[in-house]
């Protein structure tokens, strides 16, 4: 992002996890990625402490990963459970609501996860379009393994956010773009 923007701006990036803060941190400063400011704080509590500061937001939630299973792989699936994706996707809810909070009038969410499951996906876009004043953006890539979101069982079309499909180039994960 700090390329894309000619390292001219400002870039909040927030991690929880202390060790893998560090190792932005030290990612980050390698890459001469001057603008970026690496944070180790809740995801939850960015938007109190940033209302309506970014223009845009990359919202990357937490989630129970289906997108990078491997069958052959007991590690990769071994802690996934219904209970777990429930768990996350009310963090997914307050971690949206943060980056909406923090989100400038007119800002860009683009929200994402590596996991396949409507409830980390869809269910939480319906969500968010019935909570926040939120408009869902078409996407506008193309490759073989994309595919539009679910819409059976939704009230709001989701088939501007897009799914991709694990493949041998790549994990599966879903993607989706919102204006405030």
Same mark, same amino acid.
């Given at each position: 992002m700090a390329a894309m923007m000619k390292n001219d701006g400002y870039i909040l990036a927030n991690e929880l996890d202390s060790i893998r803060c560090e190792r932005l941190k030290y990612n980050v400063e390698k890459q001469g +990625? *001057?603008?970026? &400011?690496?944070? *180790? *704080?809740? $995801? &939850? !509590?960015? $938007?109190?402490?940033?209302?309506? !500061?970014?223009? !845009?937001? #990359? #919202?990357? +939630?937490p989630c129970s990963g289906e997108g990078r299973f491997l069958g052959n792989k007991a590690g990769t699936y071994r802690n996934w459970s219904k209970r777990t994706v429930r768990e996350l996707a009310k963090l997914q809810k307050k971690l949206f609501k943060s980056a909406y909070t923090a989100l400038k009038p007119n800002g860009i969410i683009v929200y994402s996860t590596c996991t396949l499951n409507k409830d980390e996906n869809e269910k939480i876009l319906q969500w968010a379009i019935e909570n926040f004043d939120v408009k869902l953006l078409n996407i506008n890539i193309n490759f073989k393994e994309r595919m539009q979101g679910f819409n059976d069982g939704l009230e709001f079309s989701i088939d501007k956010a897009i799914r991709i499909l694990p493949s041998k180039n790549m994990e599966g994960f879903f993607v989706s773009v919102l204006k405030k």
């Amino acid at each position: 992002m700090a390329a894309m923007m000619k390292n001219d701006g400002y870039i909040l990036a927030n991690e929880l996890d202390s060790i893998r803060c560090e190792r932005l941190k030290y990612n980050v400063e390698k890459q001469g +990625a *001057n603008i970026v &400011e690496v944070i *180790n *704080n809740r $995801g &939850e !509590k960015v $938007g109190e402490e940033y209302q309506e !500061k970014f223009d !845009k937001v #990359l #919202l990357d +939630a937490p989630c129970s990963g289906e997108g990078r299973f491997l069958g052959n792989k007991a590690g990769t699936y071994r802690n996934w459970s219904k209970r777990t994706v429930r768990e996350l996707a009310k963090l997914q809810k307050k971690l949206f609501k943060s980056a909406y909070t923090a989100l400038k009038p007119n800002g860009i969410i683009v929200y994402s996860t590596c996991t396949l499951n409507k409830d980390e996906n869809e269910k939480i876009l319906q969500w968010a379009i019935e909570n926040f004043d939120v408009k869902l953006l078409n996407i506008n890539i193309n490759f073989k393994e994309r595919m539009q979101g679910f819409n059976d069982g939704l009230e709001f079309s989701i088939d501007k956010a897009i799914r991709i499909l694990p493949s041998k180039n790549m994990e599966g994960f879903f993607v989706s773009v919102l204006k405030k």
